[in-house]
């Protein structure tokens, strides 16, 4: 089956719904989405959207809390457009229908670890979640969009992969995607393609990122030949609840931005020892310190600790956080909660220009999967949705200057040939393998590694490489199937960005070359496949 629109959005959180809310408008929207259009990273943030929205803060002050997160690689002029983009591109937002929470004439600004001002705007402590709801109520009322759940993409469609030849300047024509439910292959063809795909969190044993987020829009755009960077800065979120029964839920950044205090299990505050900001300092930072103290004191976890606050401000500020630990037996007005560090959000991923445009033409990336230059070697707290909204308005208007300059003709794209592909009774070895690939990532490719540890990672990930491409084309394909592929895909990345980066930066931490290298080092770690 082939199908045909202006745009083809791949993703359906803030990024792909900011995207497709503007440029229906301006032509046909197809979004193509592999589970429930609700289910994206978006859905699960907690602590909210950074801007500066108050007068006690100014642009530069978040300008400068930004660069200091990002340990000197951040793209200041990235920084600089993001920040100062960031009101207007919330009050879009509120214009679609977001509901942030107000306190007194204006909104109730909190503050997270690495802010020096209180500038995160929030809705209780479900500000994803809102944000979502909005967005889909809007898309769901377009007539321009047309929702594609439970689809998968499975390939990038572009000039050189149709031409089976180096193509220069080479371009995107849409995406093959698998229907979930009937087994087709479908062919999207698109004038304008967009990945907003999100992260990469379960290229790990442990994460708090949803299900959903598998590297398939970094594994695509690589396989397509689109330039990847800077992977090797996985932020790992200090704070996920531990817990038997918890599913990686998250403790958000704004309970220690309201004063909470982690402790080890006998009760000794220890962030003091790492940095002078304790317990609000970046996120690396005190992954780290909590990765070090959980190691050297043989503990399976810290405790973060808000009970010196009055309940009924925790209970009202935090009403999602306190009724679900409740549900797992936990009173945080009264205990501290047990948390670990987890793969939390992928700083690299492809390289994008200030437009959002990659060096593939007309294929555009942004929110998570893509690398902008902002975050640098660390994501300050909050940057990610605004991120995401200011590069969905710029990658708008650049998309619909090329519909408006360019002549779109498409070469005839075959279907999808799966007429020597088999079904497959032996789904054990696709379980078998995603499990290999997520448990020696988090033991040689975590938050500390060393030389000797990322090269047994690639050795494995290379043999693990061989079973799947052996299984992908002989077998009838399935979403288990497809993201297998692209986490094993990731996976290689992230290990081959950590070995180029001799030194310790931010999320990067090498114990073999445990110093910051100012001098030597380049600012950023590039890979483009070869063909």
């Known amino acids: 089956m082939k199908l045909e629109s202006d745009f ?94 107000t306190k007194g004439d204006g909104y109730d600004l909190t503050r997270e670890g690495g802010h020096s001002q209180r500038r995160i705007l929030h809705a209780d402590d479900v500000t994803g979640r809102e944000i979502e709801r909005a967005l889909v109520v809007a898309a769901r009322e377009n007539p321009n969009i047309t929702i594609y759940e439970h689809h998968i993409a499975i390939d990038l469609i572009t000039e050189a992969k149709i031409a089976k030849k180096r193509v220069k300047p080479n371009r995107c024509l849409g995406s093959h995607v698998l229907d979930i439910g009937s087994g087709a292959v479908k062919t999207f063809k698109a004038k304008i393609t967009l990945l907003a795909t999100g992260g990469a969190g379960k290229v790990y044993l442990y994460t708090c990122n949803p299900d959903v987020a598998t590297g398939d829009g970094v594994a695509m755009a690589y396989r397509a030949g689109a330039t990847i960077a800077n992977m090797e800065f996985m932020q790992f979120h200090p704070t996920t609840l531990f817990h038997p029964h918890a599913k990686s839920f998250l403790i958000s950044e704004a309970v220690r931005g309201e004063g909470a205090i982690l402790r080890r299990r006998d009760g000794t505050a220890f962030m003091d020892r790492y940095h ?56 945080m007005t009264k205990e501290g909660l047990p948390v670990v560090p987890a793969a939390h959000y992928l700083c690299g991923g492809v390289a994008v220009d200030l437009n959002a445009e990659t060096d593939i033409q007309h294929l555009y990336a942004i929110g998570e999967v893509a690398f902008t230059g902002l975050h640098g070697a660390n994501r300050l707290a909050s940057n990610s949705l605004l991120e995401a909204a200011v590069y969905a308005g710029r990658a708008y208007k650049h ?133």
């Open 8 to 101: 083809l959005v791949i993703g359906s959180g803030i990024a792909g719904l900011s995207f497709a809310l503007r440029a229906a408008a301006h032509g046909k929207v197809s979004l193509v989405t592999k589970r429930e259009i609700t289910e994206s990273a978006t859905n699960y943030a907690q602590g909210g959207i950074a801007s500066v929205f108050s007068q006690e803060d100014t642009f530069d002050a978040h300008v400068d809390d930004t660069l200091v997160a990002g340990a000197g690689i951040c793209h200041e002029d990235v920084v600089r457009m993001v920040v100062e983009e960031g009101p207007q591109t919330i009050r879009n937002l509120i214009d679609w229908g977001v509901e942030f929470t």
């Open 276 to 331: 002078h900001l304790k317990d609000l300092a970046p996120r690396d930072i005190v992954a780290r310190a909590i990765d070090n103290e959980m190691k050297t004191h043989g503990d399976d976890c810290v405790y973060l600790d808000i009970t010196h606050k009055d309940p009924e401000f925790v209970r009202t500020r935090f009403p999602n956080i306190y009724q679900t630990c409740l549900e797992y037996g936990l009173d």
């Open 399 to 531: 998309a619909i200057e090329q519909l408006s300059t360019n002549h779109f003709d498409f070469p005839e794209i075959p279907v999808w040939d799966a007429s020597t592909a088999t079904n497959s009774d032996e789904m054990v070895v696709v379980s078998q393998n995603w499990d290999e690939i997520r448990r020696f990532m988090w033991n040689y490719v975590g938050i500390v590694r060393s030389t000797k540890r990322l090269e047994r990672a690639l050795n494995r990930i290379k043999l693990i490489q061989e079973e799947i491409d052996d299984y992908y084309w002989d077998f009838i394909i399935t979403s288990d199937l497809i993201e297998l592929r692209n986490i094993a895909t990731v996976a290689e990345l992230i290990v081959r960005c950590a070995q180029n980066r001799k030194e310790s930066r931010g999320l990067h931490y090498n114990i073999d070359y445990p110093e910051r290298d100012d001098v030597h080092c380049k600012k950023d770690t590039f890979i483009k496949k070869s063909f």
